[in-house]
């Protein structure tokens, strides 16, 4: 019998090659199928990493808290007093926290695949929960980020209002977002594994370009070529839909909005397919 007749007598009896990437419609439904491991696979990590360090989850929230302090007492400082915000405290722990959000994901995603090599080549399930895993790590991780960061905005005086109900929306955006960078990112460090060295690098030039610590639009007022590019930034957009609706003094402009609708639907769409094209090589490269 030659290998032909017996993929066909396989095919006949509803066995798969392992490892073959089903068509993509498939394969959504075999990943909504198997979300419960995703979710399970991020508690844990979750409760590892937790474990692993005395102050536990305290870190999700201190991390953020020592940058905003390092940075704001830096850039505090030295820059010029023209390009900060009247109200610079909480223009700046906004955009750590938001940023913090962003760049976890980002260096998660990149490292769930390569970093997971004995699940991947001992199991049989979509290789998409992996990301995924990561991307709801950090979505649970992101909420007492928030709720510290609204106490935070409370102190240096900024009243609570309405509009701070618009973080929801801003935010499940940007996750959406972010599954696709950590899909993309997935896919591209199992292929050059050297990628996993510039991805922090990546994340600094996102940080210095999205206007964490000083006001794009005074900055680059003189200089509108740099200042539309920067504003083609999704996570500019994003910290500054959220500045908008939770600090005083910083507008929303509507293509904030366009761009971070189309940034959150074109890159989870384009990382989903990237990431299922390259199922078949994940564990074999």
Same mark, same amino acid.
């Given at each position: 019998m030659t290998p032909t007749d017996l993929e066909?007598?396989?095919s006949?009896?509803?066995?798969?090659?392992?490892?073959?990437?089903?068509?993509?419609?498939?394969?959504?439904?075999?990943?909504?199928r198997r979300? +419960?491991?995703?979710?399970?696979?991020?508690?844990?990590?979750?409760?590892?990493?937790?474990?692993e360090n005395r102050l536990g989850m305290g870190w999700v929230?201190?991390? %953020?808290?020592?940058?905003?302090?390092?940075?704001?007492?830096?850039?505090?400082?030295?820059? %010029?007093? +023209?390009?900060?915000?009247?109200?610079?405290?909480?223009?700046?722990v906004v955009g750590v926290f938001i940023f913090e959000y962003f760049t976890k994901t980002m260096s998660g995603g990149a490292n769930s695949i390569v970093g997971s090599k004995s699940l991947v080549r001992s199991l049989s399930f979509p290789r998409i929960l992996l990301p995924?895993?990561?991307?709801?790590?950090?979505?649970?991780?992101?909420?007492?980020?928030?709720?510290?960061?609204?106490?935070?905005?409370?102190?240096?005086?900024?009243?609570?209002?309405?509009?701070?109900?618009?973080l929801v929306p801003v935010m499940m955006l940007m996750t959406l977002f972010n599954l696709g960078i950590a899909l993309i990112t997935a896919r591209l460090t199992v292929h050059v594994r +050297?990628?996993?060295?510039i991805i922090p690098l990546v994340s600094r030039v996102v940080f210095y370009t999205s206007g964490i610590f000083f006001d794009l639009e005074r900055v680059l007022a003189d200089r509108q070529e740099l200042l539309t590019l920067a504003r083609l930034n999704p996570v500019h957009d994003f910290i500054a839909l959220?500045?908008?609706?939770?600090?005083?003094?910083?507008?929303?402009? %509507?293509?904030?909005?366009?761009?971070?609708?189309?940034?959150?639907?074109?890159?989870?769409?384009?990382?989903?397919?990237?990431?299922?094209?390259g199922e078949e090589r994940y564990g074999r490269d």
């Open positions: 066909a007598l396989a006949d009896n509803g066995l798969e090659r392992v490892g073959a990437r089903p068509p993509l419609r498939a394969y959504i439904v075999q990943t909504w979300r +419960d491991f995703a979710s399970t696979l991020a508690r844990y990590r979750l409760q590892a990493a937790m474990s929230v201190l991390r %953020p808290i020592l940058n905003a302090i390092l940075f704001g007492t830096i850039f505090g400082v030295i820059m %010029p007093s +023209d390009t900060r915000p009247d109200n610079f405290v909480a223009f700046l995924i895993a990561i991307v709801i790590r950090q979505f649970v991780e992101l909420i007492p980020m928030l709720l510290v960061m609204m106490v935070i905005l409370l102190v240096v005086g900024e009243p609570i209002q309405w509009s701070w109900l618009m +050297d990628l996993s060295q959220v500045r908008g609706y939770m600090v005083t003094g910083n507008p929303i402009e %509507p293509f904030m909005w366009w761009i971070a609708i189309g940034a959150a639907v074109v890159t989870s769409s384009f990382g989903l397919v990237f990431f299922w094209k």
